[in-house]
């Protein structure tokens, strides 16, 4: 196991942002990620899991500790009647895996084609797309314990998989590094097409588009938008989407229609249009971050220093080209702020930060 010091981060995002590590591992089996483990517990020091760096801001200081690499590989698969249940391992490429599945026919995750990152990372905040989330294929995760260096299998009704969550980034927050991932998939099963941009693509087709069909063109979709890794595309040095849809309660929802209407009527604007959402769970909607953003003054292209926002996705903060981690921070909060100021809402960040702090 090959422990390297003061390697700079930024390469290994997709924001191309952030210092150095102190120390730095690629962890390519369990056991050397055991080893990184108890290195780290050696100096006494913090330790950052990195998949793929597509969900991640890193502070312009780096961090201070040990950040290991998940970098195992492998696939196995295991046939259960109409289905196949895939264990992917934690550092294979996600969509590299996605075509592997899709040129054998097996449909479950088709339409989330074209997301970095890592396997591993996919659980950490059930990652979804166009209508279709991995909480819904994924029935295994092996995970080694930080705190005592077990390695533990969880059933997917274990992870509390909710929107962009999991115990992984919630309640056991840096406790589980996932080595392997299970995903049982539909042999020869249809595509899910209940995505309304992604079902329109496909609405004068006689019949049923293949797999392979619907996931080339969830990545050409992505493409338009900057959110498919494609290099020189300057709108995909991102994380992605920087907040996640606020879900609120359907009375909060009409309070901040009225105080919408009210302050549109108090400046002798025209009323403000509906406020876009969609159901959620029970009795909560969800609201689209894109517009609140979009609707407190921050259209496309909006830019503060090298930080701004994607030309092609509302909800994109990008490095404009050597943008530090404290100017897309600034974005950050100026963004925060508006939001909270005209809608009341406070937006949550969904990449996750890694600092010494
Ligand atoms: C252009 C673009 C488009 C995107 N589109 C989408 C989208 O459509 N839907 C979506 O959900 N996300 C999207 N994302 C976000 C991102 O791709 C996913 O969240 C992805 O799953 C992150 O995986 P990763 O391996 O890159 O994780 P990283 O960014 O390396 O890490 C993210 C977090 O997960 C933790 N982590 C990573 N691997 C492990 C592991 N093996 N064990 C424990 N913890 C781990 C890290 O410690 C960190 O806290 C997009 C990002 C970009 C840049």
Not at 46 to 64: E, H, I, M, R, Y
Not at 258 to 276: M, Y
Request: with cysteine; net charge neutral; aromatic share 8%.
């Amino acid at each position: 196991m090959e422990i390297r010091e003061n390697i700079l981060l930024a390469p290994y995002t997709t924001f191309r942002i952030g210092g150095p590590a102190r120390w730095s591992i690629d962890a390519s089996s369990e056991a050397e990620l055991t080893e990184a483990v108890t290195f780290a517990r050696g100096k006494q020091s913090g330790l950052s899991v990195l998949g793929g760096g597509s969900n991640l801001l890193v502070a312009d200081k780096g961090f201070p500790g040990v950040v290991v690499r998940v970098a195992m590989r492998g696939i196995r698969e295991e046939s259960d009647g109409a289905h196949i249940v895939f264990t992917a391992a934690a550092g294979e490429d996600w969509d590299s895996f996605v075509s592997t599945v899709v040129a054998r026919d097996c449909a479950g995750v088709e339409c989330m084609a074209g997301i970095p990152g890592t396997v591993g990372g996919t659980p950490v905040q059930n990652v979804g797309a166009y209508g279709q989330e991995v909480s819904s294929t994924i029935v295994a995760v092996r995970a080694l314990d930080r705190t005592n260096l077990r390695m533990v299998d969880f059933a997917a009704a274990a992870c509390q998989f909710g929107y962009r969550r999991s115990i992984f980034n919630s309640i056991s927050r840096d406790r589980y590094i996932v080595t392997e991932v299970g995903y049982r998939l539909r042999l020869h099963g249809a595509p899910h097409l209940a995505y309304k941009d992604l079902a329109e693509k496909f609405a004068d087709d006689p019949i049923v588009p293949s797999l392979a069909q619907v996931s080339q063109t969830v990545r050409d979709i992505r493409r338009t938008k900057g959110m498919l890794l494609v290099e020189g595309d300057p709108d995909c040095r991102s994380a992605g989407s920087f907040f996640k849809n606020p879900v609120v309660s359907e009375s909060q929802l009409a309070d901040i229609s009225a105080r919408v209407t009210k302050e549109a009527n108090l400046a002798g604007s025209t009323p403000a249009h509906s406020i876009p959402h969609f159901a959620a769970e029970p009795g909560t909607v969800k609201l689209l971050a894109g517009w609140l953003i979009e609707h407190a003054g921050f259209p496309t292209g909006f830019a503060l220093g090298k930080a701004g926002i994607s030309s092609r996705h509302r909800l994109a903060i990008v490095n404009r080209g050597e943008a530090t981690a404290s100017e897309v921070l600034a974005l950050r909060d100026q963004i925060r702020k508006r939001v909270i100021a005209q809608f009341g809402i406070c937006l949550e960040q969904e990449p996750v930060y890694v600092s010494g702090a």
